[in-house]
């Protein structure tokens, strides 16, 4: 799935902007793939895979797209 960076949280998780759905997703910066936390700035595109968390839905994968 692909995405927009909507928020970013400074203890390291924030949340994209799924293209077609309401719902924005969590992540945490753990499920980063090839780009460090510090290097995302809202509105970068990424790509990302769906997981069912405790929580609810997250992302997983996180790279940029």
Known sequence: ????IKTLI???FGFITREGETK???FH???LVGVSFDE?????KVSFE???SEKGPAA???SRA
């Open 60 to 62: 997983t994968g996180v």
């Open 24 to 26: 924005d997703l969590f």
């Open 50 to 52: 769906v997981i069912e």
């Open 10 to 12: 400074d203890k390291g």
């Open 29 to 31: 910066s753990k499920e």
């Open 40 to 44: 995302l700035r809202v509105g970068d």
């Open 1 to 4: 799935m692909t995405g927009t």
